[in-house]
């Protein structure tokens, strides 16, 4: 009896902190975040058909690519805090708004162009296509990182010329 119960606990942390989710296969890349404690990303992809259609009703999914090349799943924790998907929802054929948990002020819009799926974002006051997010971050004394600030990189949507803004994170007094 002690023994199942031992294995019912270890079961149930592994699961909550590494998650159950089925992992998918690569998708086109969207976007990634890179931060500055170490070489892991965090790899936005999309679920297409052979067609080039979005699948499903969460077409859009994120991923650790670590240092060393391999794949790992991001934990409930991490999924829920940081780097998930707060929310998807369809705008129409193709054409998806998602919200990251960790930037729920940025709507981002996915959809199809001539190269493939892009993400627009408001970067700088102006529409972009998004490429990457940097966060720039320190070891917090709990042990999580504190975010110093993030930057946001793209192309600027009419002209295609860079574009980047660096957001402060908001300090509670």
């Keep these: 009896m002690r023994r199942a119960l031992c294995f019912g606990v270890v079961l149930f942390a592994t699961i909550f902190w590494f998650g159950n989710d089925v992992a998918r296969g690569e998708g086109q890349q969207l976007f990634y975040i890179e931060r500055s404690i170490n070489g892991n990303i965090v790899r936005y992809d999309v679920d297409t058909t052979e067609e080039g259609n979005l699948v499903g009703t969460s077409p859009v999914f994120a991923y650790w690519i670590l240092e ?9 924790i991490q999924r829920k805090y940081a780097y998930g998907i707060e929310s998807q929802e369809r705008l129409g054929f193709n054409r998806y708004r998602i919200i990251l948990s960790a ?33 720039e971050c320190v ?10 600030y993030v930057e946001l ?21």
């Excluded at 060393?68 to 409930?76: C, I, Q, Y």
């Excluded at 190269?115 to 700088?124: M, T």
């Design 68 to 76: 060393n090349g391999e794949r790992a799943e991001l934990s409930r």
């Design 103 to 135: 930037m729920a002020e940025r709507e981002i819009t996915v959809q199809r162009t001539d190269e493939g799926y892009r993400a627009f974002v408001l970067i700088d006051g102006r529409e972009g296509i998004l490429e990457r997010i940097y966060v």
């Design 139 to 148: 070891e917090g004394l709990s042990g999580f990182p504190k975010v110093i």
């Design 153 to 173: 990189f793209g192309q600027d949507g009419q002209s295609a010329r860079p574009v980047t803004e660096r957001i402060l994170p908001h300090r509670q007094s």
